[in-house]
Each structure stands twice: as structure tokens, then as C-alpha cells.
């Protein structure tokens, strides 16, 4: 069964901290995908980054980067000079091959302190 | 900029009530998706349509519930009679998939449904 855990319920940083939110996950599939969506106080959900399975290079954009390891199912989300408008709830998703339904952690709320 | 959009936004109803939520997908999505949010529970698929037919209802209370497809632009989530417990954020989301899996999926803003 498929299982993604985020076990940082809130986080609170300064501003221009880093931070880096925390996802594990669980599959039996070999072929899968990660997500990563922002809902900020709007309530929309936001598309951050997909990774498949079979790409475990980092990958950085702007001040956002991610850490890919299979090796202890984790997908793990940094951001660099934290910013107030990054307050959010953070969802961690996985996507099984041959399905197209997202299974969703239970979100980490970060609050970015000015 | 395409976006997924929702209607209505916001929903204040009294038990027993029918609920009708519609959602237009991004043009030229073929997939949509019916998500569920709620402080208890988190994020939970209800159903999801590609090319407008059913792949998966089976996160949707199939007495009360029930999700359609129209037409490519526009797709419905009915709650009949609704309940307390239905009170939550009620997402559409959509994509475009080829097959496979793995699409990213654009949501729209959200309804929040509150049955009194």
C-alpha cells in the first residue's frame, strides 16, 4: 500500500532562515512519482515539482531545492533565505505507475516570522 | 494563464439540501479530478474522469455522491441530501495524461461546502 508521511506538523523559521520539510514515502510500485504542492492562506494548491522514480538528481529552482533518495524513501524539500510569502501548508504527494490519483501527506504549515 | 475554475466558491446549505459543485477543467486537460479536504482527514480523492468517463469513484460515498462529466469543459460533484459531515473544501483538479501517470495536476481554488 502507498503512504506518504510528513511528520513536521508546523515548523516556524526567521526569515532568511533555510528550512527543509521532510517527506517519506512508501510503495511496493518500482516506477512512481513525487510531488511536492504549496497551498498558501488562498487555499489554492500550487504544482511545485514532479520527480519519477527513476531520477534521483537533485534538483534546484531558485530558492527552492529538493533532495531525491531512494535509498530511505525520502523526498525532502529546502528552501534557501526563507521568505514571508513562503508561509504555507506544503503537501508531499506520491503517484503509482498506472494510476493517476495522488495520494497526499498531511501537510507541514510553515510560518515564516519577519 | 489557464486556470482550473470553480463555482461556486463558497456554499452555506442546511442539511438535506442538494449540493451542486461544477468545475472547468484547463482546456484540453482529458483528466479531472474530485478531491475532498478536511482538518480530520486530509486530502482524499472522491473520483476521477479521463476523456470524461469514470476511471475511480470508489473514495465517494456512493449513496450521496455523485460525479459527472457533461462535456469536456465542464464537470459536476452532487452531494444529495447532504450532511454535516460533508462540510469541507471540495477541489477540482486537472491534467493532461497520455496513458501513463505521473502528470502534474493544476487545481482550481476550491469550494468550501458548509452544511449546517
Known amino acids: 500500500a502507498q503512504k506518504v508521511t510528513q511528520a513536521q506538523t508546523e515548523i516556524s523559521v526567521v526569515e532568511k532562515e533555510d528550512v527543509t520539510l521532510d517527506c517519506v514515502y512508501e510503495t511496493r510500485d518500482t516506477t512512481y512519482y513525487l510531488f511536492w504542492y504549496k497551498q498558501p492562506p488562498s487555499g489554492e494548491l500550487v504544482f511545485l515539482i514532479r520527480r519519477n522514480s527513476f531520477d534521483e538528481q537533485n534538483e534546484i529552482s531558485g530558492r527552492y531545492s529538493w533532495n531525491f533518495q531512494k535509498s530511505t524513501s525520502s523526498f525532502n524539500f529546502t528552501i534557501t533565505a526563507s521568505q514571508v510569502v513562503d508561509s504555507a501548508v506544503y503537501f508531499c504527494?506520491?503517484?503509482?505507475?498506472?494510476?493517476?490519483?495522488?495520494?497526499f501527506g498531511t501537510g507541514t504549515r510553515l510560518t515564516v516570522i519577519p | 494563464d489557464a486556470r482550473v475554475t470553480q463555482t461556486p466558491r463558497h456554499k452555506v446549505t442546511e442539511m438535506g439540501q442538494e449540493v451542486t459543485m461544477r468545475c472547468q477543467p484547463i482546456?484540453?486537460?482529458?483528466?479531472v479530478f474530485w478531491y475532498r479536504q478536511t482538518m480530520m482527514q486530509g486530502l482524499e480523492l472522491l473520483a476521477y474522469?479521463?476523456?470524461?468517463?469514470?476511471?475511480?469513484d470508489s473514495g465517494m460515498p456512493k449513496d450521496r455522491f455523485s460525479a459527472e462529466m457533461p462535456d469536456a469543459t465542464l464537470a459536476t460533484l452532487k452531494i444529495q441530501p447532504s450532511e454535516p459531515r460533508d462540510s469541507a473544501v471540495y477541489f477540482c483538479?486537472?491534467?493532461?495524461?497520455?496513458?501513463?501517470?505521473?502528470?502534474?495536476?493544476?487545481f482550481g481554488p476550491g469550494t468550501r461546502l458548509t452544511v449546517l
Open positions: 504527494a506520491l503517484s503509482e505507475a498506472g494510476a493517476n490519483n495522488l495520494f
Open positions: 474522469f479521463r476523456n470524461r468517463a469514470p476511471l475511480d
Open positions: 482546456l484540453g486537460h482529458n483528466t
Open positions: 483538479a486537472s491534467g493532461l495524461t497520455w496513458g501513463g501517470s505521473g502528470d502534474e495536476q493544476f
